[in-house]
C-alpha cells in the first residue's frame, strides 16, 4: 500500500537554529513529492515540489528537500528558522501510474513551533 | 490566494442530517479533487473529478456523493451525519488529472456535527 510516515509529528525549535522535518514514503517506481504549509486556520499551501530533475530543490523562503531514492526519503531541512515559520507541514506524495491519476497521499504533518 | 473558492466557511449541523460543501476551481483548471482533514485520520483522499467525470476514488464513505458540474464546480453531498464526520473538507483543483499537475488547495470547509 501507498504510504507515507513523517517521523516526527511535533518538532520544537529556537529561532535562528537549523531544522529538519523527515519524510519517508513507501517505494515505488515513479514518484514525484510535495511539501505543503498549513498555518493555523488556513488552508494548504504548496511549499516545494520534487517532479525531476535535481534532487535538490528549494523555496522562495529559504527550505530545501533532497529527494533519496535509495532512502525513498524527501526530508524538509532550513537552515535558520523564524517566528513565522511556526506551522504544520505535511509531506506528499504522488504514485505515477496505475489508477493513482493526481491523488496525493499526505503524511501525518509535523507541527513545527519556532520559540523566541 | 490559491484561486480555489469553498463555500461555506464553517457548517454547524446535527446527526442524521445532509449538507452540501462547494468547490469553485481555479479559473482554466478542470480536474476538482475532495479530501477530508480529521483529527484520528489525518488528510485523506476522497474522490477527483476531471472536467464532469469521476476519475478516482479513495476513503470516501457511501453516505457521501460528489459531482462536478458542466460549468466545473463541484459539490460534495454528506448524507446521514455522525459525529465523525466532524472534520475540515478541502477541495483542491489542477489544470489536468494526471500526476504531474501541481494542486492548488481551498481554504477549506469545516464540518462540526453535534
Known amino acids: 500500500a501507498q504510504s507515507v510516515t513523517q517521523l516526527d509529528s511535533q518538532v520544537p525549535v529556537f529561532e535562528e537554529a537549523p531544522v529538519e522535518l523527515r519524510c519517508n514514503y513507501s517505494?515505488?517506481?515513479?514518484?514525484?513529492l510535495f511539501w505543503y504549509v498549513q498555518y493555523p486556520n488556513q488552508g494548504l499551501q504548496l511549499l516545494l515540489k520534487y517532479l525531476s530533475g535535481s534532487t535538490l530543490v528549494e523555496s522562495i523562503n529559504g527550505f530545501e528537500a533532497e529527494f533519496n531514492k535509495s532512502q525513498t526519503s524527501f526530508h524538509l531541512r532550513k537552515p535558520s528558522v523564524h517566528i513565522s515559520d511556526t506551522a504544520e507541514y505535511f509531506c506528499a506524495v504522488k504514485y505515477a501510474g496505475g489508477t493513482s491519476y493526481g491523488k496525493l497521499t499526505f503524511g501525518q504533518g509535523t507541527i513545527l513551533t519556532v520559540h523566541p | 490566494d490559491s484561486g480555489v473558492t469553498q463555500t461555506p466557511k464553517h457548517l454547524i449541523t446535527a446527526t442524521g442530517q445532509r449538507v452540501t460543501l462547494r468547490c469553485s476551481p481555479r479559473s482554466g483548471d478542470l480536474s476538482v479533487y475532495w479530501y477530508q482533514q480529521s483529527l484520528d485520520q489525518g488528510l485523506q483522499f476522497l474522490i477527483q473529478y476531471y472536467n464532469g467525470e469521476e476519475r478516482a476514488k479513495g476513503n470516501i464513505l457511501e453516505r457521501f456523493s460528489a459531482q462536478q458540474f458542466p460549468d466545473l464546480h463541484s459539490e460534495l453531498n454528506l448524507s446521514s451525519l455522525e459525529l465523525g464526520d466532524s472534520a475540515l473538507y478541502f477541495c483542491?483543483?489542477?489544470?489536468?488529472?494526471?500526476?504531474?499537475?501541481?494542486?492548488?488547495f481551498g481554504p477549506g470547509t469545516r464540518l462540526t456535527v453535534t
Open positions: 483542491a483543483s489542477s489544470v489536468g488529472p494526471s500526476e504531474n499537475y501541481e494542486q492548488y
Open positions: 517505494s515505488s517506481v515513479s514518484v514525484y
